[in-house]
């Protein structure tokens, strides 16, 4: 093992633990994974595709979020990337890998096709903008997003099979909610840095 190795599993001890979750490849492609294990320094999961060390990687994992940064190292059947969390969420995270440690489980929310996030916990803005097709906006807050879709609080609604963008995310309404509307995504980016800030 090399030294910053040995470094990094001082400063930052690794949690064993399960989780189901999807990323996107620098191709832009989509794949599942499985969460191997997890630290306030970087991830590994278990994956078949082929991928290269310094490759830049959106992982987003049921229960924890969206993490984001290069692959550090490749492992038979998997890699691991290192990511840079501060602030609440560090703190939240660091809570919940301490909690793990002791063999405390953690409660498991609803599933969908793809687990949702609120704002904070994937690292991005609540406040965004809904642009139509003629290109018209309207302003909007994120409630909550996933790789699949997002729900916005905004008034007044679109209607429901009306298709808009939010940030770089193209997408059609496909329902109407209390505080706004639901959104299903029809693009995928071209690259994955281009969904390290979807709605910005």
């Known amino acids: 093992m090399q030294p910053d190795q040995e470094e990094e599993r001082r400063r930052y001890p690794r949690v064993a633990v399960e989780a189901k979750g999807r990323f996107l490849a620098p191709d832009g492609s989509e794949h599942e994974c499985s969460l191997r294990d997890i630290s306030i320094g970087g991830i590994a999961v278990t994956s078949p595709v082929p991928l290269s060390v310094g490759a830049l990687i959106i992982v987003y994992l049921d229960d924890f979020g969206r993490f984001e940064g290069k692959i550090a190292r490749l492992f038979d059947g998997g890699f691991a990337i290192e990511t840079a969390i ?12 301490e909690a793990l440690a002791r063999g405390e489980k953690i409660d498991v929310s609803a599933r969908r096709a793809f687990a949702r996030y609120v704002p904070g916990e994937a690292g991005l803005e609540e406040s965004s903008v809904l642009t139509m097709t003629d290109g018209s906006s309207i302003p909007c807050r994120i409630i909550d997003m996933s790789l ?22 193209e997408g059609r309404v496909v329902r109407h909610t209390e505080e706004g509307v639901g959104i299903q995504f029809t693009n995928v980016p071209e690259h994955s840095n281009a969904f390290s800030r979807p709605f910005g």
Do not use: C, Y
Request: charged share 25%; hydrophobic share 30%.
């Open 86 to 97: 501060s602030g609440p969420r560090r703190e939240r995270l660091q809570q919940r890998l």
């Open 148 to 169: 699949g879709g997002a729900q916005v609080a905004i008034e007044p609604r679109p209607m429901i099979g009306t298709h808009v963008s939010i940030g770089r995310m």
